[in-house]
């Protein structure tokens, strides 16, 4: 289904959304995980009310919906106490399926959308092809400031030809790998992050070192499938799931996306990928107890590990994926056409996520910077982490996002992604036919395209 369709579908019917609201449970829903419980939790679906129109007096109001753990009310206040004439209204939530069923419940409505809009990158498509809902940032400038950002994070939220810009990037999850080096140890492989990345640099090698750390120790070697699946998946080139150009579904075409299930599957018959699920008890409890080596992840997931395992502080370093790098979670900026004020808007948000604040934000809510030119400041490639060892963690993810290639996902690519997910799982749980699992969850996915 083209973008557009898709979107129109969506406005029209809120209430039907809650597929699409779980855009991020294959793909960005971590940062479901990352953001739960910050700030207020907002579960309502109705958008309140916001204000437009500036006084006599020439004051201007702006709202701003913000999403999770993030600094921006701290940063709007320091923003309007140097420009008295504007107010920045802040509200915040924790739960991302409620922010954006508000904007979209406000965008149908005609009514109540906020000036100013943190958008998940897992709800990118619903609102990507509403274009006549946002303002174009092309138009306030944005094109000015788009060589100081990575390239594949500024093209999400860009129109195939890059004419039109919906928002300005924020955060990004640059996916990295997560080891045990007391485990790494045991197993007679390196414990340094160089040694133990060129251990595993390519796929077919850390299928290897994988196995024979299964053999030494009688543990599995990485922690779950969905991940070891992503890690793969998403080092495909340009497309994944969808042609970008017409929206037809490729999965079963796209070499990268059977590499990823042939791996995983790979992986299960070895018994080198430990039997939890994602998010689940079992699962933070193998990361404190020491139950598998490696969780491959974004940058985000470095607090999952803390919280989940805080007595296994100082035995947690961080090395590259083998053969390229992936991306989960991030956001952007946008400005809803409903807003009375584009131009001091775009002016704070322009302002919002410049270098400095950017800095801001990794330094009090370890936000990394879609900024490629920070990853050289000492300010952030100097910071160490006691957790992971002392190590200079933020280098890590600076090497990976800069390994990151642009990739389109499309609309469906969410319910997609979950018949493979379930394809593996039940490879893993019910032994079932890896080539029979396969064929049924291609022929869901054409289903579901054609529906579409």
């Known amino acids: 289904m083209r973008k557009a369709n898709h979107l129109a579908v969506s406005l029209a019917a809120v209430l039907l959304v809650g597929s699409l609201a779980g855009c991020g449970g294959n793909n960005n829903a971590g940062n479901d995980t990352k953001k739960e419980n910050a700030g207020n939790n907002a579960a309502s679906t109705n958008a309140p009310a916001t204000e437009k129109a500036a006084d006599p007096a020439g004051k201007i109001e702006l709202s701003f919906w913000t999403l999770g753990n993030v600094n921006y009310e701290e940063l ?42 943190q958008l998940e990158i897992g709800f990118m498509e619903r609102f990507l092809g509403a274009q006549d809902k946002f303002y174009n940032l092309n138009d306030y400038g944005a094109k000015d400031i788009q060589a100081n950002y990575l390239d594949w994070k500024w093209k999400q939220a860009s129109s195939v030809d890059g ?4 928002g300005l990037p924020t955060d990004i999850g640059p996916t990295v790998v997560y080891y045990r080096t007391d485990l790494a140890k045991d197993a007679g492989l390196p414990d340094d992050p160089d ?30 499938t969905d991940l070891t699946y992503n890690a793969l998946r998403d080092q495909s080139a340009d497309e994944i799931y969808f042609s970008k150009a017409d929206g037809k579904f490729i999965g079963d075409t796209n070499p990268q996306v059977k590499k990823a299930y042939d791996f995983t599957v790979k992986g299960i018959q070895e018994g080198w990928i430990s039997n939890v699920m994602l998010w689940s008890p079992e699962w933070g409890q193998g990361m404190s107890d020491g139950s598998f080596a490696v969780v491959m992840g974004p940058a985000w997931m470095a607090g999952n590990i803390k919280s989940n395992a805080p007595d296994s502080s100082g035995k947690w370093k961080i090395a590259q994926l083998p053969e390229g790098a992936g991306n989960w979670g991030g956001s952007f900026i946008t400005l809803p056409k409903e807003g009375k004020h584009p131009k001091e808007a775009y002016d704070f948000i322009q302002w919002l996520v410049n270098k400095d604040n950017q800095l801001e934000s990794f330094k009090t809510k370890g936000l990394m910077p879609s900024i490629p030119a920070l990853y050289e400041d000492p300010a ?10 002392g190590q200079q963690t933020a280098v890590e993810f600076g090497k990976s996002a800069n390994r990151v290639k642009p990739v389109y996902y499309g609309p469906l690519h969410d319910q997609t992604d979950t018949f493979f ?23 869901q996915a054409k289903t579901l395209a054609e529906r579409g």
């Not at 004419?163 to 919906?166: E, H, K």
């Open 76 to 117: 709007a206040n320091q923003y309007t106490k140097d420009h008295p004439n504007i107010t920045i209204k802040v509200q915040n939530t924790g739960d991302q399926t409620a922010h954006h069923n508000n904007l979209t419940t406000a965008l149908s409505a005609g009514s109540g959308a906020p000036d100013i809009f």
């Open 163 to 166: 004419s039109f810009q919906l």
């Open 195 to 224: 040694g133990f990345g060129a251990a595993i640099d390519t796929w077919d090698k850390f299928a290897t070192v994988a196995k024979a750390f299964k053999e030494k120790t009688g543990k599995p070697f990485v922690d779950l």
């Open 380 to 389: 952030f490639k100097d910071f160490k982490d006691d957790f992971f060892g």
């Open 421 to 443: 997910k379930n394809a593996l799982k039940n490879v893993l749980e019910k032994k079932a036919d890896p080539a029979k699992e396969w064929d049924e969850a291609v022929k």
